[in-house]
């Protein structure tokens, strides 16, 4: 297993584009949002890091299979969707693919709600 959580925190933070869709760089969290009068709001969570038997060589892990899943919360009245094009541009750019995209409204919260899943299959090496 490799940490890849300070590395992709890093670009995250560094993209000019996502914290102007987010507004502000606190806005990107590791768990449910605090306060939802506080919106919009980036969670973040490693879903999967794991192994094949295709990822060894010479009895080492060579290589890894990352999936990390992300959660964009706004108030009812605003968009996921910039929010999500600036975290694709970061995504892509990291090499990683898209595998899920759903739209989740909670009309009872008053909150837009969408869920994105990316995964990779990587190195240590790669983590520049």
Same mark, same amino acid.
């Given at each position: 297993?490799?940490?890849?959580?300070?590395?992709?925190?890093?670009?995250?933070?560094?993209?000019?584009?996502?914290?102007?869709?987010?507004?502000?760089?606190? /806005?990107?969290?590791? *768990?449910?949002? #605090?306060?939802?009068?506080? =919106?919009?709001?980036?969670?973040?969570?490693? &879903?999967? +890091?794991?192994?094949?038997?295709?990822?060894?060589?010479?009895?080492?892990?060579?290589?890894?299979?990352?999936?990390?899943?992300?959660?964009?919360?706004? /108030?009812?009245?605003? *968009?996921?969707? #910039?929010?999500?094009?600036? =975290?694709?541009?970061?995504?892509?750019?990291? &090499?990683? +693919?898209?595998?899920?995209?759903?739209?989740?409204?909670?009309?009872?919260?008053?909150?837009?709600?969408?869920?994105?899943?990316?995964?990779?299959?990587? /190195?240590?090496?790669?983590?520049?």
């Amino acid at each position: 297993m490799i940490n890849i959580k300070p590395w992709l925190i890093s670009k995250l933070d560094a993209d000019a584009g996502l914290l102007a869709a987010l507004g502000a760089p606190e /806005r990107i969290v590791f *768990s449910h949002p #605090a306060d939802f009068e506080k =919106l919009s709001v980036l969670t973040c969570q490693e &879903l999967d +890091n794991y192994n094949t038997q295709d990822d060894y060589d010479d009895d080492a892990a060579e290589w890894h299979r990352i999936v990390w899943q992300f959660d964009i919360w706004t /108030r009812n009245d605003v *968009s996921t969707s #910039a929010i999500a094009l600036a =975290l694709a541009s970061v995504m892509e750019g990291l &090499l990683f +693919n898209r595998d899920y995209s759903q739209d989740i409204p909670d009309p009872e919260s008053k909150t837009q709600h969408r869920v994105l899943r990316y995964s990779r299959r990587m /190195r240590a090496a790669d983590l520049t």
